[in-house]
T-cell receptor, first 116, second 114 residues
Framework: AQSVAQPEDQVNVAEGNPLTVKCTYS??????LFWYVQYPNRGLQFLLK??????LVKGSYGFEAEFNKSQTSFHLKKPSALVSDSALYFC??????????????FGDGTTLTVKP | GAVVSQHPSRVICKSGTSVKIECRSL??????MFWYRQFPKQSLMLMAT?????????EQGVEKDKFLINHASLTLSTLTVTSAHPEDSSFYIC??????????FGQGTRLTVV
């Protein structure tokens, strides 16, 4: 069975500081990995994905994530946080061989709060 | 990018009534759509997979007769919560895959049953 762990329920950073939202995963075979962001009472918005290729993936709004196979991690990062980045962030995984997008497993989410 | 529209964004209904939620893919065709339920400060729980022209596939523990899914066209899936009760109050989200590996999500529907 596949799983995703987001070990931090809450991450607080000051505006302008770098941010990291952690994600580790477990899946059989090679993974598809995703990050989504959710604002209050809204659906999820796709940020970035890793399938193959460079371990550092760049996505929307200045976010990036680094795939680390040995540590089975896919941490989300941004060099300089904005107050508007405050939201709920979800990491998701599914097996690369699985073409069914509905088979992605989501983490429990991490609430990011960026303070001015 | 691909857009998925979900309607309504909020609905309040009386206990015992039924509520229909629509999920539309606006600029692409979706033979498959997914319906999720999200409890406060929790992750998404996949309820069912909606298949165009055939029966939906429900996840274990999800009542088929309670949550009716219809996928009558390549751009529209509907979820009907039948005989709603307060415990059905939740945030419901649909998504549809389009080409690439990721899925695109609707805006979500906040259902409150009173």
């Amino acid at each position: 069975a596949q799983s995703v762990a987001q070990p931090e329920d809450q991450v607080n950073v000051a505006e302008g500081n770098p941010l990291t939202v952690k994600c580790t995963y477990s899946v059989s075979g090679n993974p598809y990995l995703f990050w989504y962001v959710q604002y209050p009472n809204r659906g999820l918005q796709f940020l970035l994905k890793y399938i193959t290729g460079d371990n550092l993936v760049k996505g929307s709004y200045g976010f990036e994530a680094e795939f680390n196979k040995s540590q089975t991690s896919f941490h989300l990062k941004k060099p300089s946080a904005l107050v508007s980045d405050s939201a709920l962030y979800f990491c998701a995984v599914r097996a690369l061989r699985d073409t069914n997008a509905g088979k992605s497993t989501f983490g429990d989410g991490t609430t990011l709060t960026v303070k001015p | 990018g691909a857009v998925v529209s979900q309607h309504p964004s909020r609905v309040i209904c009386k206990s015992g009534t039924s509520v229909k939620i629509e999920c539309r893919s606006l600029d692409f065709q979706a033979t498959t759509m997914f319906w999720y339920r999200q409890f406060p400060k929790q992750s998404l729980m996949l309820m069912a997979t909606s298949n165009e022209g055939s029966k939906a596939t429900y996840e274990q523990g999800v009542e088929k007769d309670k949550f009716l899914i219809n996928h009558a066209s390549l751009t529209l899936s509907t979820l009907t919560v039948t005989s709603a009760h307060p415990e059905d109050s939740s945030f419901y989200i649909c998504s549809a895959p389009q080409g690439g590996a990721e899925a695109f999500f609707g805006q979500g529907t906040r259902l409150t049953v009173v």
